[in-house]
């Protein structure tokens, strides 16, 4: 490979604004995907999914305790 055409291909950039800008990117994905909740039923995804894991435990105010470690690892996987 040619280390003149992988020179000409790189280019100079300001890393205080490509942070800013990548940073802020990132942060309002964060935001808007996992942080605000839905206007359908106002939770947010982590506890939607909370919720469906007790469901599919059977889990519910008339059956027996069970530890939340069971309910986080079937959320988390």
């Known amino acids: ?3 003149d055409k992988i020179f000409d291909e790189v280019r100079e950039v300001d890393l205080k604004k490509t942070m800013e800008t ?3 990117d990132y942060a309002m994905s964060v935001i808007a ?9 106002g939770l947010k995804p982590v ?9 599919e435990l059977n ?3 008339d059956k027996p ?3 939340c470690a069971r309910i ?3 959320t988390m996987g």
């Open 1 to 3: 490979m040619d280390n």
């Open 47 to 55: 506890q939607r999914r909370i919720l469906y894991s007790m469901i």
């Open 33 to 41: 995907a996992r942080a605000l909740p839905d206007v359908r039923d």
């Open 65 to 67: 305790h069970r530890k």
């Open 72 to 74: 986080v690892g079937d």
């Open 59 to 61: 889990n519910g105010p």
């Open 22 to 24: 990548s940073y802020i």
